[in-house]
């Protein structure tokens, strides 16, 4: 897709967003290597991770790996245009055996001067209850223009952000919290803060962050609908992450009832749930 100030591309596998490039055809998004070999995935119907990687409902367990099962699936075009598109995903006897849920997915992109939006819409058209997480996970280049060093480059969110963030052992969210990394409204990125995995902000008051550093353009991320914010990089690799979640991992002691998980949306027979992410290149 390009409409002559963004150009964009987005693969039926995984419905993923794997190229965002400015007017200039300089590339926002990292381009996946071994280290993670991802762009942005779509991470349904569970964000990070279950207790043993088993969902359990109704007394049968079910193996769910990290993130789920949407990333790995190819959608079904709804349609295509110059600057916009829509991808589905529905149940199947394949999603059914590691999730009883029925489940319509959908995902729209579209380019609107410099914003790329993308629209999830979630809807039941099961008879019973439809519980799950659904998230974001765009990576981008870090540094956003060579020769800048990695440690210049901070996010500035729209709101002071003084709330502990979370942690992960092995996967699983900590039980306790941690004094934030974020100093007002910035968050200085250098390798070093993710030794122990995403930094978490559980209940973020901003719903925007900007990711620039001197020199270089900037990249705005806006969300609607999404409850958590996950922010990663893994060693080795020239990216972050800035994941607007809504759900997270299970705590390293819940390994109940996957209806009871905290977090999980709710979603009723014949609803829907709609969550939004803007990305604007600036």
């Known amino acids: ?29 990292w381009q996946g290597a071994p280290v993670w070999p991802r762009h942005a995935p779509v991470l349904f119907p569970i964000v990070g991770r279950l207790k043993d990687d088993t969902l359990r409902h109704e007394g049968k367990s079910y193996r769910m790996t990290q993130h789920g ?117 910035t968050l200085a990125l250098e390798p070093g803060l993710f030794a122990t995995d995403a930094v978490i902000l559980p209940e973020p008051v901003s719903r925007s962050v900007r990711y620039t550093a001197p020199g270089t353009p900037a990249v705005e991320l806006a969300w609607e609908g999404f409850r958590q914010l996950g922010i990663w990089s893994r060693e080795g690799g020239d990216f972050v992450c800035i994941e607007p979640w809504h759900g997270t991992a299970s705590p390293t002691d819940f390994d109940g009832e996957f209806l009871d998980k905290p977090g999980l949306m709710l979603i009723q027979p014949d609803e829907r749930r709609t969550l939004s992410l803007r990305i604007r290149l600036c």
Request: glycine share 6%; hydrophobic share 40%; proline share 7%.
């Open 1 to 29: 897709m390009s409409n002559g100030t963004l150009s964009a591309t987005v693969k039926a596998d995984g419905a993923e967003l794997c190229s965002l490039r400015d007017a200039a055809g300089a590339e926002m998004l």
């Open 69 to 185: 099962f949407a990333r790995d699936k190819r959608f079904a075009w709804l349609n295509r245009s110059a600057t916009a598109c829509r991808l589905v995903l529905h149940e199947d006897t394949e999603s059914r055996a590691v999730y009883p849920f029925a489940f319509r997915l959908e995902i729209a992109y579209a380019l609107d001067d410099d914003v790329l939006e993308q629209r999830f819409t979630l809807s039941n058209p099961g008879r019973t209850v439809l519980p799950a997480s659904l998230g974001a996970h765009p990576g981008f280049t870090w540094p956003l223009t060579d020769g800048v060093d990695k440690a210049a480059h901070v996010l500035e969110f729209a709101e002071p952000e003084p709330a502990p963030v979370r942690r992960l052992t092995d996967g699983l969210l900590q039980d306790g919290s941690e004094p934030t990394p974020i100093v007002g409204q």
